[in-house]
C-alpha cells in the first residue's frame, strides 16, 4: 500500500467570496424573482395538457396539500370569519350610533368583508396557520438531504416541492376567502339581528344595495395574489437555509414576519391602485 | 498500486464508473485535499474515515452540490472539472449515478411508490402503469415489503434506506454511491442492508462506492480501499494492504474492528 504524498495546501483567500451587507436582501429579491419564475413555468406546464398514462406524483402531492393547507384551515377561518363579522358590525354600528345611523352598518360591513376583511383575514390566518410550516418544512428537507437527493436524480425541487404547495394555495385561498365572506356576513347579521334587533329585511335589503359582484371580484383577486405571496416568500424561506438543524426555526420565524409584511404590502398597493381606477371603488 | 494520482493508466480511466482526480474542496473552507480515488465498472472502492473526516464532503463535490477548487471527475467516461462545471452538464451526468444518502432523503411528501418512481417519472417514457409495475418490482428485490402507498414517516429506518436504494438503482446507474450505509441501524439490521447491497450489486454490475466509518465494509468490500484523514486520503489499496498498513489513521480502523 502506498502511502499518499502530503502537498501543501491551497491558498483559501482566492475562494474567499465576503459580500457586502445589503448582499442578504438583495439576494432574497433575486432569489424569490427566480422562484417566481420557475414556479410560474412549472404550474404552466402542470396545467398543460397530459397524456393520460404518464406517472403524475405532482398531481399527487397537490391533492394533499390541499388537504393539509385548504381543509384543514375550514374550522379557524370560519370561526374567525363568524367573529370578525360581529366585530365589524358592533364597531360600525358604534361609530354610527350618534347618528342614528346604527342600521347603515350592514352597508359598511358587506363592502369591507368582501373587499378588505375577508381576503386579508384569510391571508393573516392561513400566515399563521402554515407560512412557518412550510419553511421548517422545507428546512427540515435541506437538513435531511432531501433537497440534494432531488438534485441528484436532476429533478427541480420547485417542481416537486413548492408547486404542490403553491397550487394548492392558489386554490384554497380564493375558496377560504369566499366562505370567510359569506359567514362574515352571517355574522354581522346575527350582530345586527339578534344583538342590536334590528329587521332581517333590513338588514338584506342594505346587503344587497351594498354588495356588487366587482366588490367580491376584487376580493377574490387579492386573495390570488396573497396566496402566490405566502407559498413563494415561505418557499423560499425554507430552500434557502443551510443544511443544519438549528435553522430550521429561524426560518419558519422569518417566514411569517416576511409572508405578513408581503401580505400587508401588496395589500396597500392593491388599494392604492384601485382607488384611481374609475368602476373599481 | 500505480498509475498517476487517481492510481490509474489513461486506458483505465476510460473504463472507470467513477474516478476522482486530485480534488480539492469545497470552495471557500476547503475539507479535502487532492483527494484522488477510482472505481472500476462493475468494481467497488470503500472510503473510510471518522467522523467529520470529509466523507460525505467527498460526495457532494463529486455530485457537483458543491463546486471544489480545484480536481476533475470522470462518470462513466465522461470528465468535467469539479471546479467550474456548469449545472446543465451535472444535470445530464447525475443520471449515470445513483445515490444513497445517509439520511435515506426520501421526498417526505411523496408515498414510498412515488419516490421509487421519481427518476422514471421525470427521466424516461415509459407510461404510469410500468413506472408503477418496474417501482414496485425493484422495491420488492431490495426487501421492502407491505403496503407501497405509505409515507416515509411510517417506515422503518431499515425501510427507508432499502427504499432509497431501489431509487438509487432505478435507472441502472453506473456507479452507486452509498454514504454512510449502516448509519442509524442496529446491527441485525445493518447486516441485512449489507447482504441486501451485495445481491444488487452482483445483478446491476454498476460501480460502488461506499463511505463509510466502519472499517467492516473494508471487509465486504475487499477490492479497493481507501482511508480519509484530516481530509486527506492517507492511504489507498486492497484490504490485505490496510491490515499491513503501519499507518497510524489506519491502524485505529483496524485495531478497532479488533477490540470489536
Redesign the interface.
Known sequence: MRQASVTPDVDDASADDSLPEFAPLGGRFITRGRLVLRSAYWLASLLAPQPPDRPTPVTASVTRELDVLGFGAIRLVATSALLVGLITIFQAAYQLAPYGAEVVSARALAWFVAREIGPIVVAILVVARSAAAIAGEFASMAANGEIDALRVMGLDPVKYLVVPKLAALLIALPTLTAIAIMLAVIGGWLGMSVVLGYNTGLFLEYLHESLAARDVGVGLAKSVLFASIIGIVAADEGLRVERRVSAIGAAATRSVVYCLLGVLGADTAVNAFVYFIPGLT | ?TGDATGLTPNALATAALSVDDV?GP????VL??V?LSVPRGGSHVVLGPMHSGKSTLL?LV?G?ERA??GRVTIDGSTFDAARVAEDQL??L??R?G?V???S???????LL?NA???????TA????R??EMAAGLLHDVGVVGDLERMPDELTRLDRRRA?LA?ALVLEPAVLLVDEPGNGLDPHAAAELDETLRALHERYHCGILICSQEVRYAFHWPSAVSVLANG???????LD??L??R?EAVRRFVDRRGAA
Do not use: K, W, Y
Open positions: 498500486m480539492t470552495r471557500g473552507a476547503p485535499r487532492h484522488s457532494r455530485l452540490l477548487v480545484s444535470r445530464h447525475r443520471r449515478v445515490v444518502f445517509d439520511s432523503a426520501l421526498v417526505s411528501r411523496l408515498t412515488e418512481m421519481l427518476p422514471l417519472a421525470e427521466h415509459v407510461d404510469a402503469e413506472a408503477r432509497a431509487r486527506r486520503i492517507v492511504e489507498h489499496g486492497s494492504d490496510l499491513n498498513s499507518h
